[in-house]
């Protein structure tokens, strides 16, 4: 065999193994692109039944496999909603992280804030709002409710016009008084054991938590009493005086 018929048979050979490679590279990409279609159908049936612990494992599936799709914000968002829809609080903020550090700026920003400080009130106890907030030996980590409070924040400060704006208001001024009675136990815990200074702190941290006048006057009373019982009566006439003017407003 000459030369010439040589190379002819070799380009011959690459030329199909070419072709090969872009029929296989075809329908592999089809094969994506039908996955992608099926487990979306998979997903939208399970959300529209309720579904949602048996929704998480195709939705995860879109997001790890499907991030340059030009529905992956939609998938991390639709996520987010179930893991809290169906328990996973913690999963639930974790990918409400991820939808706020990937898409700051998109549409939805304001759900995913909303859904995330729901899911921090769930994750702190299902009785965050009971009436024992604090006891001796209290080992109740109120850390969630303070982030879900953040979490609030960063909504109504930065988007007033969201349709979530009145309900996180209403959430957020909750959690606070919450933490305002919290605060104000352990200030009492203190002060029954002499730490004065102590309980102070914590009184100052109920007063800011809260915004009822009951609450904030039972707080410059406790105070007051602690200042007279560390000799400090300057500063005791100091807390009435300003319980005073809070009390005429």
């Not at 907030?133 to 400060?157: C, F, H, M, N, W």
């Not at 959690?175 to 102590?198: C, E, F, K, M, P």
Request: glycine residues 4%; contains cysteine.
């Amino acid at each position: 065999m000459g030369m010439k018929k040589v190379i002819n048979v070799v380009l011959a050979a690459i030329a199909l193994t070419g072709c090969q490679q872009v029929s296989k590279n075809q329908i592999n990409e089809q094969a994506y692109a039908e996955n992608e279609v099926n487990l979306r159908t998979q997903v939208s049936k399970k959300l529209k039944s309720g579904a949602y612990a048996q929704s998480l494992e195709p939705l995860r599936t879109l997001v790890s496999d499907y991030p340059s799709s030009s529905q992956a914000r939609v998938y991390l968002m639709e996520l987010v909603h179930a893991e809290w829809q169906a328990g996973e609080y913690n999963a639930a903020v974790d990918t409400a992280d991820q939808y706020l550090n990937l898409y700051p700026y998109e549409k939805n920003t304001d759900y995913i804030l909303y859904i995330k400080a729901h899911a921090l009130m769930s994750k702190s106890s299902p009785g965050w709002l009971s009436q024992k907030v604090y006891s001796k030996g209290d080992s109740t980590d109120i850390s969630p409710l303070q982030k879900a409070s953040q979490t609030l924040s960063q909504l109504t400060e930065n988007q007033p016009s969201s349709p979530y704006f009145k309900q996180s208001l209403a959430m957020q001024s909750k959690i606070n008084q919450h933490l305002s009675d919290h605060y104000y136990q352990i200030a009492v815990y203190y002060r029954s054991t002499g730490a004065y200074t102590a309980s102070q702190e914590r009184l100052k941290q109920s007063i800011a938590h809260t915004e009822q006048q009951e609450s904030k006057q039972k707080a410059y009373h406790l105070m007051k009493k602690n200042y007279q019982s560390m000799g400090l009566k300057q500063d005791a006439n100091a807390i009435k005086t300003i319980a005073s003017v809070g009390q005429a407003q």
